[in-house]
């Protein structure tokens, strides 16, 4: 089969690890033929540009600024891109004949393409359902149900969900909500397709543990929770200083902040007035830095805002079951990653406006017997749900 995958994201190189890369190479290592059509944002000063690397086909399309740039300029880009990605798609592979063409929110603005290639070839055309847009800028108040500016999204969101013969949800809390607030679907056609890898061994040997610790000054001695990722508003960072701010002289733990964002200044802001002695604030390192980083570690932590009613799945859970860490979670009441966390015994989950049930938690997951059950739970449960052999035969089912 001819698989076309569209992205806004930048996809440098198919060997690389991540939820999108695992898939597609799981597509290419089954003897399918991989097009991927992705961003190339005008701050590289890069061209667009077709190549063929290990196996796969990279459209790379210039495109406007998507980050680290104002509202402005994401919103006309984000808008536009539609257009270049099909005016690239017809430049370039028009005489593909694809099968399938596989894409994911965000961006809700895909449509022209996907009609496109569905009328030219009558490909089967799957959504990866990654975030509910504009829901969530309406839970976060980014603007209201009665701006021009939610009605045009949310009918461009309407589109897409119609012109998707499956749409693929996180958990089965997204499926439900999809169902719930948009009628005209049928729940035959809209199923779990989870966040998923091709999960790694772990060298988690003490001597390699000491070894990372030592090079970020990170103590030996005290149950090391890290949080990585994203510092944004859907974050809810606020909650994550109460949190820290709690635990200042709590001489058993010690917090890795790692990443970046929106709401990366305030949590320096908060250090810098504070002084927390066990709070570690480390700015987005190489993937490969984080990662070794975060397999020194003993908890992975995960924050949501309290005020989403969409279900969020954040696809970090994954790295921490991976390394075999339990995780705690303070999240909103929507989504069911606490319900699946608890169910699966690989970690704790409290409400994100409730610092007295995460310090609870966090207290528990000192005890290292526990921690050591806990994350071989997870590494179990991660290989039993959440690989991308599991993804691919959701998706390859629908051609049997």
Request: charged share 25%; with cysteine; net charge positive.
């Amino acid at each position: 089969m001819n698989i076309l995958f569209l992205s806004i994201g930048r996809l440098n190189n198919i060997e690389d690890r991540g939820i999108y890369t695992d898939l597609l190479r799981e597509f290419r290592d089954n003897g399918h033929k991989v097009y991927v059509v992705s961003a190339r944002e005008r701050r590289l000063s890069e061209p667009t540009e077709y190549t063929n690397e290990n196996g796969v086909y990279f459209l790379r399309v210039k495109i406007g600024n998507i980050t680290k740039t104002g509202v402005i300029e994401k919103g006309i880009s984000t808008v536009m891109i539609e257009n270049l990605f099909l005016k690239a798609i017809k430049k370039y592979i028009k005489d593909v004949k694809f099968d399938l063409v596989i894409y994911s929110t965000p961006p809700i603005t895909f449509e022209k393409v996907i009609n496109y290639v569905k009328k030219k070839d009558k490909a089967v055309s799957y959504l990866l359902l990654k975030d509910i847009f504009p829901q969530n800028a309406i839970d976060l108040q980014m603007f209201s149900k009665n701006s021009p500016v939610y009605w045009y999204f949310r009918h461009k969101e309407k589109k897409l969900y119609r012109n998707s013969d499956y749409i693929g949800c996180m958990s089965q809390a997204n499926v439900e909500f999809i169902l719930k607030n948009n009628h005209e679907l049928s729940s035959s056609n809209v199923e779990i397709c989870p966040n998923s890898i091709e999960p790694l061994t772990i060298d988690k040997s003490e001597s390699t543990t000491m070894k990372i610790r030592e090079k970020y000054g990170i103590p030996f001695d005290r149950t090391v929770f890290i949080y990585g990722g994203n510092l944004g508003k859907p974050q809810g960072v606020d909650f994550l200083l109460k949190c820290l701010n709690a635990n200042r002289d709590n001489e058993e733990v010690y917090f890795i902040i790692a990443g970046s964002g929106t709401e990366f200044p305030k949590v320096k802001t908060y250090i810098n007035r504070q002084h927390p002695r066990n709070v570690q604030l480390i700015n987005q390192l190489p993937k490969e830095d984080y990662e070794a980083l975060a397999n020194s570690c003993d908890v992975g932590l995960i924050f949501l805002d309290k005020r989403f009613t969409i279900p969020n799945f954040p696809s970090r859970l994954l790295s921490y079951m991976q390394a075999s860490m339990p995780v705690l979670a303070a999240t909103d009441v929507n989504t069911d990653i606490g319900r699946i966390i608890e169910e699966g015994k690989f970690g704790y989950w409290c409400e994100s406006n409730d610092v007295k049930g995460f310090n609870q938690h966090l207290q528990k997951l000192c005890d290292k017997q526990l921690r050591k059950q806990m994350g071989a739970n997870a590494r179990v449960y991660l290989e039993s749900n959440y690989t991308v052999k599991h993804s691919y035969e959701i998706i390859m089912n629908h051609f049997k």
